[in-house]
């Protein structure tokens, strides 16, 4: 992982820390991250964390207030990587769709550790930051609808949202792949063929519209993707 960075202090639901983190702070992130990967948030303590960090395990609440907000840290810290790496969408819809895969391929790929976090322990996080998180969450799967409804107007807002889903779902997935799936292939380029071209199915199957009636239509129209 290349570094867990603390986020900034943006309110009573965000994870207590300092805007740029200080080094100690880092330390028991990244310690966290990586105990926390390798065994699930419920299988370690707070003495377990500091001990990995080089400090006491009481020394940690200096900084975060236990367990639970380290965890949310993390989680905050996936989601400003992510939107960082985004950046502000370009105008071409066409380009903003490959800007948005290849920004959620790049942080899945290279931040693989904190990413396995992120998708395994939202079970873990404790109120209210999980409410902050699934915020955060709508949000970003609606920057995937946007973009998506921008290249295949002729498609439904519920199509949208099943692509989205499966594009990040996806993505998502290989935070869990063994190192055999791994090991001497390009994964960034891998992901980035493989979920736009699935994303290409929105150009070319035809969308199917339910009737109130229960029966169906189809059609197609071009777009710009």
Same mark, same amino acid.
């Given at each position: 992982? %290349?570094?867990?960075?603390?986020?900034?202090?943006?309110?009573?639901?965000? #994870?207590?820390?300092?805007?740029?983190?200080?080094?100690?702070?880092?330390?028991?992130?990244?310690?966290?991250?990586?105990?926390?990967?390798?065994?699930?948030?419920?299988?370690?303590?707070?003495?377990?964390?500091? *001990?990995?960090?080089?400090?006491?395990? #009481?020394?940690?609440?200096?900084?975060?207030?236990?367990?639970?907000?380290?965890?949310?840290?993390?989680?905050?810290?996936?989601?400003?990587?992510?939107?960082?790496?985004?950046?502000?969408? #370009?105008?071409?819809?066409?380009?903003?769709?490959?800007?948005?895969?290849?920004?959620?391929?790049?942080?899945?790929?290279?931040?693989?550790?904190?990413?396995?976090?992120?998708?395994?322990?939202?079970? %873990?996080?404790?109120?209210?930051?999980?409410?902050?998180?699934?915020?955060?969450?709508?949000?970003?799967?609606?920057?995937?609808?946007?973009?998506?409804?921008?290249?295949?107007?002729?498609?439904?807002?519920?199509?949208?949202?099943?692509?989205?889903?499966?594009?990040?779902?996806?993505?998502?997935?290989?935070?869990?792949?063994?190192? *055999?799936?791994?090991?001497?292939?390009?994964?960034?380029?891998?992901?980035?063929?493989?979920?736009?071209?699935?994303?290409?199915?929105?150009?070319?199957?035809? #969308?199917?519209?339910?009737?109130?009636?229960?029966?169906?239509?189809?059609?197609?129209?071009?777009?710009?993707?």
């Amino acid at each position: 992982m %290349s570094g867990v960075a603390a986020s900034g202090h943006r309110g009573a639901d965000q #994870p207590r820390a300092a805007s740029s983190g200080s080094n100690r702070e880092q330390e028991i992130l990244e310690a966290a991250a990586r105990l926390f990967h390798e065994r699930g948030f419920d299988r370690v303590g707070v003495d377990e964390i500091g *001990q990995l960090a080089g400090i006491s395990g #009481p020394a940690i609440y200096r900084y975060f207030s236990g367990k639970d907000e380290i965890l949310a840290t993390l989680f905050d810290t996936a989601m400003d990587r992510l939107l960082l790496l985004f950046g502000q969408a #370009p105008e071409d819809p066409a380009a903003a769709l490959e800007r948005l895969v290849a920004a959620h391929v790049e942080f899945a790929v290279r931040d693989r550790m904190l990413l396995s976090v992120y998708a395994r322990e939202e079970r %873990s996080l404790a109120e209210p930051w999980r409410r902050r998180l699934q915020r955060r969450q709508l949000d970003h799967v609606g920057r995937w609808v946007g973009v998506l409804g921008r290249c295949f107007p002729d498609r439904s807002t519920a199509e949208h949202h099943a692509a989205a889903y499966a594009a990040i779902g996806m993505i998502h997935s290989v935070s869990g792949w063994p190192r *055999q799936a791994r090991d001497g292939v390009d994964l960034t380029r891998m992901l980035v063929g493989l979920v736009e071209r699935g994303l290409g199915e929105l150009r070319r199957a035809e #969308p199917v519209v339910v009737r109130p009636s229960g029966r169906r239509a189809s059609g197609r129209a071009d777009n710009g993707c």
